[in-house]
């Protein structure tokens, strides 16, 4: 039971590297912003995926069910071929930007079923029809489409009819950390044999082409052992390795370099390019790969005729150079892979101490499968890019200091194979759980000279590294103590001092940069995409700016998280103390800038809704509250800690330094909640709303005719769905309607919808804001919940049905079909489909259906913190007494 935690322990003690070797590899790196080296700045088409079988990436490589070494240098994936196919299939296809009536959409049926945090078991399953793909279809389809109507989507097509197709299992199992097993399971689901040929890939990242002088690896055809053929690997920095393949009856050979002459007609550096082996296979032309058995890209052919219902299975072994000797390479090879996965089986079970059931399991496990799946090698230096460019480009060139050469956790490595700043802050908390090591590397590279501005900013994400994502880093980083803390044991003061470092540069940029007016904020989009009016990254054609809601939560928030990390902080070393007043002293003023103070109006607040809003301010001062209520009025729910008070009980003299500040600032406390007032157990609480206020908010976020759908919170009222909000300046009517799918704004691509669906990282701030809350309220702050259903529930057991709803998205109903399907008869019914879950972007507000990026088990994997907090829903245990201790913890109390 012990064997992944002992090989956990070994990596962080650098005793072992277990992770050398993972899934590293992007399932898309044509149209990146890497790869883009066009003077308009247009991706999708500088690098379009009809060239990237044929033209060798710059920065990175993709590939199907990839595999590689942490610095990219050697990768491994599958290429497959149906016989129909006018290509291999080398790796995902989807539609892009400009082509997909909601954007960017990968147009693949492929699920992440398992993953051990050191990837000593991995299983990803892919679904490939045996009629010929419809790229055509898919594109002209999606093309035609408006808005309005749903995405066409690959079962459409019809070519998964009668179960025609192959389920493609690939397992890697590590007997060593540099000992990789691999086997690849290959089922005939169709009602006939069909021909499949499989094509497991070897090749070097090319690097030699950009770097003149460089050192080339080589891939050469090894002496035939025991029915089993050998491709031998020699790099210079890598060194030398083997990959044994069981039973293959022909090795393939050519460059990962450009076939120029096809793409551009320019002259090739070889004749054997990236696309010789498609060629050979596909075309039939033997002269396009290397009969003298050698090149930088190899494959192993196994030409299989498979029965229906029948199972193939290919074994290959990638290991160092004389590693294992010739006569065990395949001995016990199926043993070992099953032990791995049962030791995967072990890991999670007693991760959870067996506390969840089988559903609740299958989700746990699949979420944190694709949070180590979607791991990433993530090349990118800048200055060398830029340096490549024609002078003319202009995007990210105030990032020139930026080297990324690192394993990064990307939201989802087909629609976002690069990182969005706050989409890591999210992916932390559920990957602490499970690699803490891993989840404070991840928070830490954001804060690292590399990365982060020396301004102070935090690069937000390869699209425009100079946009602003919401300040969660500095909330993820303590959380992520605490997690470490709480669940591990573990107290990493060195990780919370050396971030908190960075985190002040951070929160001094957002003063300097993003203050237009006295501590009220601005951050434009701030990741939400369309949920305002209008394009907030844009100049507003009202002229003015606007006073945001979010934006000035979100600094409420920050201000705490700075202040929760130096009393930490402050307990080990009391030169800390006064930052800890400095950020009490920003909250104060952050938070009462959101009311009426000495009638500037800046009144953020809206006494007849009882709702928060953006204030548009005009050229001449005057200014209008925009009135959609949206997930923009509930940030300010959001910002909310609470101290214990055996922190202060540590810390007299500061104790009374805390309340004298406080008290002096009695102007900005009589419009927020006041730090002095005692809670439950002597608790202090910093919030910017007072109980009346906060009724009234919750009251509207309870109600299932506003904020409560019955899968989790949605992001826009639903009683903007009979009453738009409008906007009417100079003829022009500006409107934000309820959007429960998918969005009909052309802002941002039209990609997300922040206009009525449900996002899982926002319900999490929402429910982790209850969890605190109910730690200062207790048992005697009771809500109607659901609005006007006459049930009364604390804040904890209201924290509790949010988790439980946002769970049923993916849980089985009565009748067996889980709503994250929605219409998709395959998956709701088809025993071969309906387990194999796919973990949105975010979430339809009625009928709970995935929209969006369908792998972005990022950040809506946020979900497993629920399944670990919470357990099972069907256990009692969490309302006894311990509820309030239970609830302080998981809020990051202060002390807790």
């Given amino acids: 039971m012990k064997k992944e935690f002992e090989r956990i322990h070994q990596c962080d003690s650098s005793k072992l590297p277990w992770k050398k070797w993972g899934p590293y590899l992007s399932e898309r790196q044509w149209g990146t912003v890497r790869e883009d080296y066009s003077d308009n700045g247009d991706a999708w088409n500088h690098f379009p995926h009809s060239q990237s079988g044929a033209r060798a990436y710059r920065w990175g490589e993709d590939g199907l069910a990839g595999f590689s070494d942490d610095r990219q240098q050697l990768c491994f994936a599958l290429a497959l071929w149906n016989g129909c196919d006018p290509v291999l299939k080398e790796r995902l296809f989807g539609v892009t930007n400009p082509q997909g009536n909601h954007g960017e959409d990968v147009k693949e049926y492929y699920f992440y079923l398992d993953a051990t945090p050191t990837h000593s078991y991995l299983q990803y399953l892919y679904k490939y029809p045996q009629a010929a793909y419809p790229y055509a279809t898919l594109v002209t389809t999606n093309e035609q489409r408006s808005r309005q109507e749903a995405e066409y989507e690959l079962l459409d097509t019809g070519v998964f009819d009668e179960n025609r197709y192959f389920d493609i299992f690939v397992e890697y199992a590590k007997a060593d950390p540099e000992d990789i097993l691999i086997r690849i399971k290959v089922i005939n689901r169709g009602p006939e044999a069909a021909a499949l040929r499989v094509l497991p890939t ?14 080339k690896p080589q891939l050469r055809q090894a002496a035939d052992e025991r029915n089993c053929r050998t491709i031998h690997a020699s790099h210079p920095e890598l060194g030398d390795y083997q990959l044994h393949c069981a039973e293959a009856s022909a090795l393939l050979f050519c460059e990962n370099e450009t076939n120029a002459w096809r793409l551009f007609h320019g002259n090739n550096a070889s ?21 003298a058995g050698h090149g930088t890209k190899a494959a192993t052919d196994y030409t299989l005729n498979i029965l229906p219902g029948e199972t193939r299975v290919i074994r290959l072994r990638l290991c160092r150079e004389h590693a294992v000797a010739s006569d065990k390479i395949f001995a016990d090879f199926d043993k070992q892979v099953d032990q791995r996965k049962k030791e995967a089986d072990q890991f999670y079970l007693a991760l959870t101490e067996k506390k969840l059931g089988k559903e609740q399991q299958r989700i746990l496990r699949q979420a944190l499968a694709g949070m180590v799946w979607t791991k990433q090698y993530y090349e990118y230096d800048v200055k060398h ?15 020139n200091h930026m080297q990324c050469h690192d394993i990064l956790s990307m939201p989802d490595k087909w629609e976002y194979p690069w990182f969005a700043v706050w989409d890591s802050a999210f992916h932390s908390l559920p990957l602490a759980m499970i690699d803490p090591t891993f989840a404070k590397q991840q928070l830490s590279l954001f804060l690292d000279h590399r990365y982060q501005h020396p301004s102070g900013q935090i690069p937000a994400y390869e699209w425009n590294f100079s946009d602003v994502n919401p300040p969660v880093h500095a909330w993820a980083v303590y959380m992520v103590y605490r997690i470490c803390q709480d669940y591990h044991k573990r107290h990493d003061l060195a990780f919370l001092k050396t971030a908190f470092a960075s985190l002040e540069n951070n929160f001094n940029w957002w003063e300097t940069h993003r203050e237009p007016d006295k501590n009220v904020y601005e951050g ?20 003015g700016h606007l006073e945001q809601s979010d934006a000035t939560a979100w600094l409420t928030l920050f201000s705490q998280n700075m202040l929760q990390i130096a009393l930490e902080l402050s307990l080990h070393e009391a030169d800390y103390e006064q930052r800890v007043l400095s950020y009490l002293n920003r909250f104060m003023a952050t938070a009462a800038a959101m009311q009426d103070i000495s009638n500037e109006h800046r009144d953020m607040w809206d006494e007849e809704d009882g709702f928060f809003y953006d204030v548009l301010r005009f050229p001449d001062g005057s200014s209008t509250r925009m009135k959609a209520r949206s997930l923009l009025g509930l940030l300010p729910l959001c910002a909310v800690t609470v101290i214990e008070k055996t922190v202060l009980d540590q810390l007299p003299q500061f104790a009374k330094q805390f309340d004298a500040l406080v008290d002096r600032r009695s102007h900005l406390t009589a419009h927020i909640f006041c730090p002095n007032k005692r809670g439950i157990a002597g608790r202090r609480l910093l919030a910017i709303m007072d109980e009346d206020k906060l009724r009234r908010v919750l009251t509207r976020l309870l109600d299932e005719e506003e904020f409560l759908s019955p899968y989790g919170i949605r992001s826009l009222s ?34 997300s919808n922040w206009r009525g669906p449900i996002w899982m990282p926002m319900n999490i701030l929402i429910i982790r804001a209850l969890l605190t809350l109910y730690t200062y309220y207790g048992e005697n702050f009771l809500i ?57 972007e975010y979430f339809h507000g009625e009928d709970g259906s995935g929209l969006g990026a369908s792998h972005q088990t990022g950040w809506t994997g946020t979900l497993v913190t629920l399944l670990m907090i919470f357990g099972s829903l069907e256990q009692e245990d969490l309302a006894e007494a311990g509820m309030q201790e239970i609830a302080a913890v998981l809020a990051g109390n202060c002390g807790s």
């Fill in 202 to 215: 070897l090749w070097f990242r090319n690097t030699w082409s950009w770097m003149p002088g460089s050192v």
């Fill in 271 to 291: 004749r054997y390019t990236k696309d010789g082996i498609n060629n050979c296979v596909v075309l039939g032309d033997t002269e396009s790969v290397n009969p």
């Fill in 385 to 399: 890019w830029l340096d490549e460019h024609d002078p003319k480009s202009t995007r990210n060139r105030e990032w």
């Fill in 524 to 543: 434009g989009f701030l990741g939400l995409d369309n949920i305002g009016v209008f394009d907030r990254s844009a100049a507003l054609p009202t002229g």
């Fill in 718 to 751: 639903k009683y903007h769905q009979e009453h738009p909000y409008q906007f009417h300046w100079e003829g022009q009517t500006f409107t934000v309607a309820y959007q429960p799918g998918e969005s009909d704004s052309e802002m941002f691509g039209g990609n």
């Fill in 784 to 840: 109607e919940c659901p609005a006007r259903s006459g049930v009364q529930h604390n804040l904890f057991q209201v924290a509790r049905m949010i988790a439980g709803r946002l769970l049923r998205i993916f849980l089985p109903d009565e009748y067996g079909r889980r709503p994250v399907f929605g219409g998709a008869e395959k998956f709701q019914s088809d025993p071969h489909w309906r387990d194999h879950l796919l973990f949105y």
